[in-house]
């Protein structure tokens, strides 16, 4: 048997209300995420989200145990807790700064710049890392500003870090000139060796037309609707030994089965958890 609770079935706030965000703000995520002056939510529900993998997780490890112990288990999974448990790095550096986290809007905290989200032709934006000071100065050219890569301000990982604040404004400069999709793809198109992160930052509607959200079967149709839908995000294959071939392997069916109507499996769910039947396993 498994629960998901805001709080947990024990502590203080076992008896508590709450939701998303409450949790968001409980958990830690609205202290380190924003802007300096604005704690910002994440959009997605992201507590709710991560407590049912997390107790999908529980579920895969019970089943395991009652294999070898022929025992069930319950599981009592927190929201709090499983939002909590994700901000170790934050937690950690808190307690060695004596200090909290401060919050840098799309800046990366981990000390390396850029290391951040940028403004293009139109509006359109697009994120990327540069950790290496070769990479630094492959960006700068791609960019037609090769003199921020010869600032003494900027000539190492430490310094670009120490002033990120003065280069940020500088690359926007540059890349609201730019064309997002020309830029992108001139840094795609790197070697392998000389290559780092870089990315759209895509809308839902480039979503919708992604290449390789359909190439993975992220995207699908029900068979009584023409919404898309969101496909499942694990690929099982039956001889993941064979890596060359797991493209192949993956499941390649476009439309999903219909949503039940209400009470359609009941009657079969409930013969499957009967009391009858609970008790013989």
């Known amino acids: 048997v498994a629960s998901i609770s805001p709080f947990g079935q024990s ?15 409980m958990g830690g995520l609205l202290t380190s995420t924003g802007l300096p002056d604005l704690a910002v939510k994440a959009g997605p529900a992201l507590a709710e989200q991560l407590a049912a993998v997390y ?57 390396y710049y850029p290391f951040d989200v940028f403004e293009c032709l139109g509006g359109e934006r697009f994120a990327v890392c540069c950790m290496r000071q070769p990479h630094f100065v492959t960006f700068c050219d791609a960019i037609d500003a090769p003199e921020l890569a010869n600032d003494d301000r900027f000539s190492t990982p ?46 839902f509607g480039d979503l919708a037309r992604d290449p ?38 993956i499941e390649e069916v476009d439309l999903v089965p219909d949503a039940p109507t209400e009470d359609e499996q009941g009657p079969r769910l409930r013969q499957e958890f009967s009391a009858a039947r609970m008790s013989k396993l």
């Not at 008896?15 to 703000?25: C, E, L, P, W």
């Not at 997780?57 to 025992?71: D, P, Q, S, W």
């Open 11 to 25: 502590g203080p706030y076992k008896d508590q209300k709450a939701h998303d965000t409450t949790i968001q703000g």
């Open 55 to 111: 107790c999908a997780t529980g579920v895969g490890i019970a089943l395991k145990a009652r294999h070898h112990h022929r025992k069930g288990s319950y599981l009592d999974v927190s929201m709090l807790d499983c939002l909590f448990s994700f901000h170790g790095r934050e937690f950690v550096g808190y307690q060695l700064r004596g200090s909290e986290p401060p919050r840098l809007g799309n800046v990366s905290p981990v000390g």
């Open 158 to 203: 430490e310094l670009r870090w120490a002033h990120w604040q003065d280069l940020a404004p500088k690359i926007n400069v540059q890349t609201r000139k730019l064309d997002r999709k020309s830029l992108v793809d001139k840094l795609l198109s790197l070697p392998s060796a000389d290559s780092f992160p870089v990315g759209p930052v895509n809308t």
């Open 212 to 249: 390789q959200l359909r190439a993975r079967r992220m995207l699908t149709r029900s068979r009584s609707s023409q919404l898309l839908g969101l496909g499942s995000a694990i690929k099982i294959s039956k001889n993941p030994t064979e890596s060359d071939a797991f493209a192949a392997k």
